[in-house]
């Protein structure tokens, strides 16, 4: 049997991103549909979206949407069906998608938000005329309140649909004062310690994670972290009272968009039996980057620039980094403070380090292709992206061992590498000793060219693609609808 299923997000790549939620959100209907999902995305109309939305079909019209006209149009994400909320009074604005041109946070997000949420309800409760829908499958606080609409105040007379929340990182909880509960639109009872409420105000990502049938993160070991307080980031307590309702399912990456063997930003395209290739793909980063060549590995990040991602450790490793020979290519934004350290950085080791603060998915790309090693110290990370695309091109990562890090990646220690199975370096815990020593490491590796082609080669071959994990939701997905 078929399943019909509309996954919530607030990105999706081609269309819009931030970070890897779009990454999965824009590859997930390609990755269900071998295993008989149709995945219909449900996307905000951001003036990015509305662009793409060519003769689309109005499915509804609100007079007021969360006190906004909005509509719901049919429209197409790649080949695949795609719903636009659109709704001009909440999205068509210039800026970011969740802040203004400076940064700061829209202060209607929970408005803004809710409403799609709500949407989401209205879609699976058979308001606009489109085959049922079998199943909601709702992604981050951005679509939190979807399952919470669908559990308090369905459609009215509306069979009940099972809903997924899948949490892809913790630390973003959409919490909002308790004023905003009255203009929601929820029964009273939803103002609950198993609703919606939080810490007395409202908490989306919580509303939803107590609503749906069955909470999943993004790797297995970030689906047991968020058990303790260290990285639950309050919701711990949450996810142990839900057991077994709480799964970890790893991202794949999209080889459509990530293939070195076709991927048109490289030089010189290449594969696991022509890594010789990859030469001219570093001289070119090089020269992007204002590097001088060396004899040592061209390390690179890409990465938003936070504490999460372990930045500020990163600088204090740098200049031990290059005093051993490293050489450093850096893509990112964020934090203010941590982008001029980082350019200072670059000031005082002109050819070794090169920084480019901003946002360039070919760059990103680029550095893939002509890096020798990833750097990837992130003090939590519920699954991570970088270091998949790291893998698929002989990029070999260096990643502390957390979330789904530690479930991607296999350290070069010598049983491994006899073994024929290390795909990257691991390191416990984000501080500058373990760092620094896993630099050293890795340098060491770089010297052993047969021991480090052998860790391109293995990593190359690590199969992250989206098969199995794709197979691993639709089972969820019919674990659930049979189970209704
Ligand atoms: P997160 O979603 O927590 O930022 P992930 O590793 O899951 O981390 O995904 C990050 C995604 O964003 C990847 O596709 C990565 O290549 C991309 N990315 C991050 N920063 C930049 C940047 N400055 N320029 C281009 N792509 C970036
Ligand atoms: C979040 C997480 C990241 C994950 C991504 C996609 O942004 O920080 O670890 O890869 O979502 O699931």
Redesign the pocket.
């Given at each position: 049997m078929a399943l019909n299923v509309l996954s919530v997000a607030s990105e999706a790549v081609p269309l819009v991103?931030t970070?890897?939620?779009a990454?999965v959100a824009g590859a997930l209907p390609a990755a269900l549909a071998p295993h008989g999902v149709r995945l219909t995305t449900l996307l905000p109309g951001y003036p990015a979206v509305m662009r793409t939305v060519k003769r689309g079909k109005v499915l509804h019209t609100y007079d007021s949407l969360l006190g906004e006209p909005a509509r719901l149009l049919s429209s197409k994400l790649g080949d695949h069906p795609m719903i636009v909320l659109d709704a001009p009074g909440f999205y068509a604005r210039e800026g970011g998608l969740y802040g203004d041109p400076a940064g700061k946070d829209w202060d209607d997000n929970w408005r803004r938000f809710a409403a799609l949420g709500r949407a989401a309800a209205d879609v699976v409760g058979g308001m606009v005329k489109l085959p049922k829908f079998d199943l909601l499958h709702a992604h981050d606080w951005q679509a939190g309140m979807a399952p919470a609409y669908l559990r308090f105040a369905p459609v009215a007379g509306s069979a009940p649909v099972p809903s997924v929340m899948t949490v892809?990182?913790m630390a973003f909880q959409g919490y909002y004062a308790r004023e905003v509960f009255k203009y929601l639109g929820l029964p009273k009872r939803a103002w609950a310690i198993d609703g919606v409420e939080y810490h007395k105000g409202v908490s989306f990502l919580k509303a939803g994670m107590e609503a749906a049938s069955v909470i999943t993160t993004v790797s297995p070991t970030y689906a047991r972290e968020i058990r303790s307080a260290e990285f639950g980031m309050g919701l711990e307590g949450l996810v142990v009272s839900r057991g077994d309702r709480v799964r970890g399912i790893v991202?794949g990456i999209d080889h459509a968009e990530w293939n070195p063997a076709h991927d048109a930003q490289l030089p010189a395209n290449f594969t696991a039996r022509s890594l010789g290739k990859r030469a001219a793909n570093k001289r070119a980063l090089e020269e992007e980057f204002g590097l001088e060549p060396g004899d040592g590995p061209l390390f690179i990040v890409?990465?938003?620039l936070t504490w999460?991602?372990g930045m500020d450790v990163l600088l204090e490793v740098l200049d031990h980094l290059v005093g051993i020979g490293g050489r450093l290519a850096l893509?990112?934004?964020g934090d203010r403070a941590m982008e001029a350290e980082l350019a200072a950085a670059a000031a005082r080791h002109p050819g070794r380090i090169g920084v480019r603060i901003?946002?360039?998915?070919g760059?990103?790309h680029r550095m893939q292709g002509g890096g020798d090693a990833i750097l990837v110290p992130s003090r939590f990370?519920?699954?991570?992206?970088?270091?998949l695309?790291g893998l698929a091109y002989g990029c070999v990562p260096v990643v502390a061992r957390t979330g789904g890090l530690a479930d991607t990646v296999i350290d070069a220690n010598l049983a491994a590498i006899a073994a024929g199975a290390a795909t990257g370096v691991q390191f416990s815990g984000v501080d500058y000793p373990t760092l620094a020593a896993a630099v050293s490491r890795t340098v060491a590796l770089y010297h052993q060219p047969d021991v480090w082609r052998a860790i391109q080669r293995n990593a190359m071959k690590a199969d992250f693609s989206w098969n199995s994990s794709g197979s691993a939701y639709a089972e969820l997905y019919r674990e659930l609808v049979s189970a209704q």
């Amino acid at each position: 049997m078929a399943l019909n299923v509309l996954s919530v997000a607030s990105e999706a790549v081609p269309l819009v991103k931030t970070g890897g939620l779009a990454d999965v959100a824009g590859a997930l209907p390609a990755a269900l549909a071998p295993h008989g999902v149709r995945l219909t995305t449900l996307l905000p109309g951001y003036p990015a979206v509305m662009r793409t939305v060519k003769r689309g079909k109005v499915l509804h019209t609100y007079d007021s949407l969360l006190g906004e006209p909005a509509r719901l149009l049919s429209s197409k994400l790649g080949d695949h069906p795609m719903i636009v909320l659109d709704a001009p009074g909440f999205y068509a604005r210039e800026g970011g998608l969740y802040g203004d041109p400076a940064g700061k946070d829209w202060d209607d997000n929970w408005r803004r938000f809710a409403a799609l949420g709500r949407a989401a309800a209205d879609v699976v409760g058979g308001m606009v005329k489109l085959p049922k829908f079998d199943l909601l499958h709702a992604h981050d606080w951005q679509a939190g309140m979807a399952p919470a609409y669908l559990r308090f105040a369905p459609v009215a007379g509306s069979a009940p649909v099972p809903s997924v929340m899948t949490v892809h990182n913790m630390a973003f909880q959409g919490y909002y004062a308790r004023e905003v509960f009255k203009y929601l639109g929820l029964p009273k009872r939803a103002w609950a310690i198993d609703g919606v409420e939080y810490h007395k105000g409202v908490s989306f990502l919580k509303a939803g994670m107590e609503a749906a049938s069955v909470i999943t993160t993004v790797s297995p070991t970030y689906a047991r972290e968020i058990r303790s307080a260290e990285f639950g980031m309050g919701l711990e307590g949450l996810v142990v009272s839900r057991g077994d309702r709480v799964r970890g399912i790893v991202n794949g990456i999209d080889h459509a968009e990530w293939n070195p063997a076709h991927d048109a930003q490289l030089p010189a395209n290449f594969t696991a039996r022509s890594l010789g290739k990859r030469a001219a793909n570093k001289r070119a980063l090089e020269e992007e980057f204002g590097l001088e060549p060396g004899d040592g590995p061209l390390f690179i990040v890409v990465s938003r620039l936070t504490w999460q991602k372990g930045m500020d450790v990163l600088l204090e490793v740098l200049d031990h980094l290059v005093g051993i020979g490293g050489r450093l290519a850096l893509l990112g934004s964020g934090d203010r403070a941590m982008e001029a350290e980082l350019a200072a950085a670059a000031a005082r080791h002109p050819g070794r380090i090169g920084v480019r603060i901003g946002y360039d998915e070919g760059l990103s790309h680029r550095m893939q292709g002509g890096g020798d090693a990833i750097l990837v110290p992130s003090r939590f990370e519920p699954c991570g992206l970088t270091q998949l695309y790291g893998l698929a091109y002989g990029c070999v990562p260096v990643v502390a061992r957390t979330g789904g890090l530690a479930d991607t990646v296999i350290d070069a220690n010598l049983a491994a590498i006899a073994a024929g199975a290390a795909t990257g370096v691991q390191f416990s815990g984000v501080d500058y000793p373990t760092l620094a020593a896993a630099v050293s490491r890795t340098v060491a590796l770089y010297h052993q060219p047969d021991v480090w082609r052998a860790i391109q080669r293995n990593a190359m071959k690590a199969d992250f693609s989206w098969n199995s994990s794709g197979s691993a939701y639709a089972e969820l997905y019919r674990e659930l609808v049979s189970a209704q």
